[in-house]
C-alpha cells in the first residue's frame, strides 16, 4: 500500500519554463512534506518543505503547494534550469506519531531542455 | 567537507558474508536514519535511532542490525548477506531541537551494495 505516490516517472521541460512536479498521499495524519532533489551517485538533498498549517511555500525558484482536502501537494520550478535535471522525491511525515519516519514517493525524473 | 559521510562508498560482496556499513556526521544532529533505495523505487526506513541508547525498528528491519557507537556514527550490519540486499543505502539526521527540524532529514552521499 503505497502512501505517497509521484505518479509521473519522468517530465520533461524547456529551460526557462515552468516545471510542475505531483504528488497525492493517502494518509491523512501527514502533516508534513518535503521535496528532495537527487543527482545521480549522489544522496537526496532537502529542498524545501511545507507543513500542514499552510498552503504554500516559496523558497526562491522553488514553491511548494499543499491542498489538503484533495491530499495533494506540487512543486514548482520557476524559471526552470538545466541544473534542476534530477529525480525528485516527495517525502511525508507524520509527526505528531513521534517517529518522524519519512514516507517517500518513488520520484520523478525531471529533465530540462536547454 | 561533507556533513554527512559514509564508507564504503561501493561494495561487492558474496552471499553470507558479514558486512557493515559506516556513517558519520558533523552536523551535531540528535537523529540517524539508515534508509534503503531499490531501483526505480522510493527510499525505505531500515532502522532509526533519537539518540545513542535509543534505537528502533523500520519498516524493513528483517536481515539488518545497528549501532550506534555516539551521536555521531551510527553502523548498518548485514550479519549474513543475500542477494535481495543489492541496493542503495543511504544514512541521514536530523535536529530534533529546532521547530520542525526533526523531519527534516540531511542524508549521506550513499553506499552502493551489491551482493552476489
Known amino acids: ?16 519554463r515552468i516545471s510542475i512536479l505531483n504528488c497525492d498521499y493517502t494518509n491523512s495524519m501527514f502533516d508534513y512534506f518535503l521535496w528532495y532533489k537527487k543527482y545521480p551517485a549522489e544522496g537526496p538533498t532537502f529542498l524545501i518543505s511545507i507543513s500542514s498549517i499552510k498552503d504554500k511555500n516559496e523558497d526562491g525558484r522553488f514553491t511548494v503547494f499543499l491542498n489538503k482536502s484533495a491530499k495533494h501537494l506540487s512543486l514548482h520550478i520557476v524559471p526552470s534550469q538545466p541544473g534542476d535535471s534530477a529525480v525528485y522525491f516527495c517525502a511525508a511525515s507524520e509527526s505528531g506519531a513521534g517517529s518522524y519516519q519519512l514516507t517517500f514517493g518513488k520520484g520523478t525524473k525531471l529533465s530540462v531542455i536547454p | 567537507d561533507a556533513d554527512v559521510t559514509q564508507t564504503p562508498r561501493n561494495r561487492i560482496t558474496k552471499t553470507g558474508k558479514r558486512i557493515m556499513l559506516e556513517c558519520s556526521q558533523t552536523k551535531g544532529h540528535d537523529r540517524m536514519y539508515w534508509y534503503r533505495q531499490d531501483p526505480g523505487l522510493g527510499l525505505q526506513l531500515i532502522y532509526y535511532s533519537f539518540d545513542v541508547k535509543d534505537i528502533n525498528k523500520g519498516e524493513i528491519s528483517d536481515g539488518y542490525s545497528v549501532s550506534r557507537q555516539a551521536q555521531a556514527k551510527f553502523s548498518l550490519s548485514l550479519e549474513s548477506a543475500i542477494p535481495n540486499q543489492t541496493a542503495l543505502y543511504f544514512c541521514a539526521t536530523s535536529d530534533s531541537s529546532l521547530a520542525g527540524g526533526a523531519d527534516t532529514q540531511y542524508f549521506g552521499p550513499g553506499t552502493r551494495l551489491t551482493v552476489l
Open chain 1, 1 to 16: 500500500d503505497q502512501q505517497v505516490k509521484q505518479n509521473s516517472p519522468s517530465l520533461s521541460v524547456q529551460e526557462g
